[in-house]
């Protein structure tokens, strides 16, 4: 998880793009930059260590060769808004990334639910027994 100098860290460090965006907007879609696209270089970035990159490098797959993480925001009709949406996005996925995986203990089945998995290969069974021809 990161911690908050490390988010503030990180939104310095990225870049953000405009451009028009498609969709609903009325007479303002072809006049108005409001579509947001953020750029994070992990390779250059010094506020994550080498571990948390690696880590989000082998589980995210929207970083390119040179390591840059870009996402892109176009569902509101104004630039801040989308600009602050593409924000949290980026924040989540990072978090998202960097949490570690539950470990994972090994189970039995119940005694329950063996009994019904043997109640329902009989019933099946005798479905199929039943189409049988009789001889």
């Given amino acids: 998880m990161l911690t908050e100098d490390q988010i503030k860290n990180i939104l310095r460090e990225t870049s953000f793009k405009t451009s028009r965006s498609g969709g609903k907007g009325g007479q303002n879609v072809n006049k108005l930059e409001t579509k947001v ?3 994070f270089n992990l390779n250059s970035s010094e506020c994550l260590s080498q571990e948390q990159k690696e880590i989000i490098i082998s589980k995210s797959t929207a970083i390119n060769e040179e390591g840059i993480l870009k996402l892109v925001c176009s569902t509101h009709r104004t630039q801040l808004e989308n600009k602050e949406e593409v924000k949290e ?3 989540s996925l990072l978090n998202k990334y960097l949490k570690p995986m ?3 203990y090994a189970t039995k089945p119940s005694r329950s639910s063996k009994m019904k ?3 329902s290969k ?3 069974g005798e479905t199929k027994s ?4 009789i001889l």
């Fill in 117 to 119: 998995k043997l109640d």
């Fill in 102 to 104: 539950k470990k994972r």
């Fill in 89 to 91: 996005k980026l924040i």
């Fill in 130 to 133: 039943l189409r049988k021809k």
């Fill in 122 to 124: 009989k019933k099946r």
């Fill in 37 to 39: 696209e953020i750029e």
